[in-house]
């Protein structure tokens, strides 16, 4: 008899809920459906999400743990990954081993992995895939509330009148929420949508207004809009007297980098009626979202385009109302999560900060830390180059693809090829990644794994097994609790269930989490308590859920809807965002700019929706989106194939014309690999440049030249 599951989907941040009939448990027959009663999704799918079911085989699945290239028991691995780490650390130190985990994973693996690193080996190089995806929303979040929060919620891209799309070819990459927004758009048409971005990409199906900005020049533009909403005096002033500090700064910044409409127009490559166009509807749109992606986090000036956007809202009084407010969307399912839980390498667990000696204590003493961490570790760049360089000398890799999907991918090639020690804990056995790993550790996969992962909108919802677990795989909580205990920390990790690890997670949120230390804005301590029948059953919530909050027990929608932050003083900080022309420009060797991106049917280095013939058939192999004047210029024709090279490395890709591109600027996907084609992984050419305060990879960014092959 078919056997109902509700979970959530294992891709991307909208967090859908999903309703799994389980028809044959052995067999791995499944039928997937949207779950109508779960509130990011309200029974909508994609493409991956609705083919889910086709992805649950044991066709490429690490079944056994592998030492040395040789099948052995658990026992047997466990002593290995434990004797290697014991004698690294004894012999270099704890800096001298690091984790670099993924936003795939659930906040219970999560939690157990910050917890091993940061408060018992004694370093805080574990980073994480997520810091390619969300660290400059994470840094601008800090910098203007005093705390990483998302302050709206996806009800409000539906109650918007004007919603501004930075960044995001949301029709793509976050589709439900895209056809929400086209739902919502259909009954309201007054309703505006304006999308910036570089590239016409089918989000603009949509859009009464498309900017197609020039690459990395998005401070200009809300600079820009920052000046003009002052003159046009349509600032909040009893909201910006009250509730925020440093307008006149950012306004002087914005002053003396863009001046005047024209100039922003000129900067941007835009047009100035467009650019007008633009700024009087967010002047006199009191119910405005504005909703960014990867074009805006993936960028050296990330951080600073994430405070030019927040600043525009922080000037109108718009911010945490229902249809007005700015609302980042998140790449991964559980990118949100692992920063609850500190996931990154600057970060402590419940959004506690390594800048805080109180914080550094607290989560000692909770955690009862046998060796706790005092100083930020390495970030993901900085974490491979320190591999390459023999500073860390056992690495610990978890549920991603880094050889695929970090930029200037062959330096990470050559670092772990020479690193001592590679350990690897996938579902998946054969990746361009686990080639290079000493040890590999079978971890559960989607469809076997228990546990919770967070959305775009704060929205804590469960996944749960469908099956057994295959083979010997584990969950990534047991494989780091196993060699915590091999450690001889067993008691500090004696979980017996992923229930156990989340009412811990949610008791350090709460724990002296009071009026006196009321920066972190995280708080789920109301669930610290829940019995295993309560996880079983726990619904959908948006946090904080403490117990002050019990009153609206599906969690909090929306935050600063009173105006209070989280900064010492209580009130928002405008930020001074300079624009800047950054250093990596097009020149004579490398004239054109490539920009890279997901496409709609496929995921990360598709070592899951690969295995679906249906996602392949929406687009089946690498290419790179030319435009027709700069391939004429360089000798291309639609369909030929192309030698694309900068100065990190070289793939050779299929041409496809479009005149949706900028001239002068090329696109190609992220996910094929050196596994599943023969062009070469995209992340070997992109360049390894970082933002200043986040340290997230510039993505879309890259001089390139093209020949024809
Ligand atoms: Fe899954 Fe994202 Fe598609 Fe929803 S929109 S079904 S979460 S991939």
Redesign the pocket.
Known sequence: MAKTVHT?????????G?TAEVRNPELHLVDIQ?NENHP??FG???????A?GETVSLENRLLTPVVDGEKVNWNKALDEVVSRLHRTIKQYGPDSVALYGSGQLLTEDYYVANKLMKGFIGSANIDTNSRLCMASTVAGHKRAFGSDTVPNCYEDLELCDLLVLVGSNTAW???????RIRAAKQQQPAMKVVVIDPRKTDTCDIADLHLSIKSGTDVALFAGLLLDLSVRGVMDADYVGQHTTGLQSALKAAEDSVGSVRLVAELCGLKSTDVETFYQWFARTDKTVTAWSQGVNQSVSGTDKVNAILNCHLLTGRIGQPGSGPLSLTGQ?NAMGGREVGGLANQLAAHMDFSDMDDIDRVRRFWKAANMAEKPGRTAVDLFRSIEKGDIKFIWIMGTNPLVSMPDASQCIAALAQCPTVVVSDCIEKTDTSAYADILLPAAGWSEKDGTVT?SERRISRQKALFPMSGDARPDWWIISQVAARLGFSEAFDYSGASQIFCEHAALSGFENNDSCKRRGFDISALACLTESDYDQLEPVQWPVSDSQLSSPSGRKRLFTDGIFFTEDRRARFIPTRFEWQSNQTDSHYPLLLNTGRIRDH?HTMTRTGLSARLSQHIDEPFIEVHPEDAERFSLKEQSFCRVSSAFGTAVLKVRLTTGNRQGTVFAPMHWNRSNSRSGAIGSLVNPLTDPFSRQPDFKHTPVKLEPC
């Open positions: 959530t989907c294992a891709y991307c941040g909208v967090g859908c999903i949207g990011a999704n909508r799918l994609c493409s991956k999400g609705s889910l990459c976050h589709p439900v929420l895209f056809q399912p959305n995921w």
